[in-house]
């Protein structure tokens, strides 16, 4: 089974809406990162967090980690159409060898 | 750089037949991965590898093999290629130092099995 479960599985909102995506995963981590892929392209790396931190920005996203839940937010503010995508969550587990991937979570943002 | 590079782009094969769906990374990235990606399904990881002559099973490695000869090349081999192995296949690639383990992707190897 896979490490992360993103929630929702899909996302629907006005351009201008903040957008929350969450991840639980299962086991310890290194650190957790969040992933974009456009429809039929391969995924971009948006944003890691460490397993000491708690909150991290960049630009317009913030991310959350909560390792005593083994869960993580993704906060996308003022939407554009342009965020349009999948969003995924992954993990790197304390031998730092291993990616997986959660199950990703379909944004859609209305013009 | 041309970052990670898969071939081919497009692949369909009969049942049975076997393939090898190429990668390289010119960043001399040390670990290697395969993932397949299946709708609704997100990422799942072959097989993975942290360096050369390393290679390691990740959650789906049945019917396919990987090799590590050399720290660019990462290819994944379908040995009898059935149905379920139709899929979107993707390579990644990282680095090993602090910090460095944002994941770099391949276009992808779309894969018809008739």
């Known amino acids: 089974s896979q490490q992360g479960e993103e929630d929702p599985q899909a996302l629907s909102i006005q351009e201008g809406e903040n957008a929350t995506m969450n991840c639980s995963y299962k086991t310890s981590i290194n650190n957790l990162q969040w992933y974009r892929q456009n429809s039929g392209r391969g995924l971009v790396h948006l944003i890691l967090i460490r397993s000491n931190e708690r909150e991290k920005h960049s630009g317009r996203l913030r991310v959350t980690l909560d390792t005593s839940k083994k869960s993580s937010s993704l906060l996308i503010t003022a939407s554009r159409a342009a965020d349009t995508a999948s969003y995924f969550c992954a993990t790197i587990g304390r031998g730092y060898q291993k990616v997986t991937f959660g199950t990703g979570t379909k944004l859609q943002v209305i013009p | 750089n041309a970052g990670v590079t898969q071939t081919p782009k497009f692949q369909v094969l009969k049942t049975g037949q076997s393939m090898t769906l190429q990668c390289a990374q010119d960043?001399?990235?040390?670990?290697m991965s395969w993932y397949r990606q299946d709708p609704g399904m997100g990422l799942r990881l072959i097989h993975y590898?942290?360096?050369?002559?390393?290679?390691d099973q990740g959650e789906v490695p049945n019917g396919y093999n990987v090799s590590r000869s050399t720290t660019e090349d990462f290819p994944l081999r379908l040995l009898s290629a059935a149905p379920s192995q139709t899929s979107v296949y993707f390579c990644a690639s990282h680095g090993a130092g602090a910090g460095s383990y944002e994941q770099y992707f391949g276009p992808g190897t779309r894969l018809t099995v008739t």
């Open positions: 590898s942290v360096g050369a002559g390393i290679t």
């Open positions: 960043m001399n990235h040390e670990y």
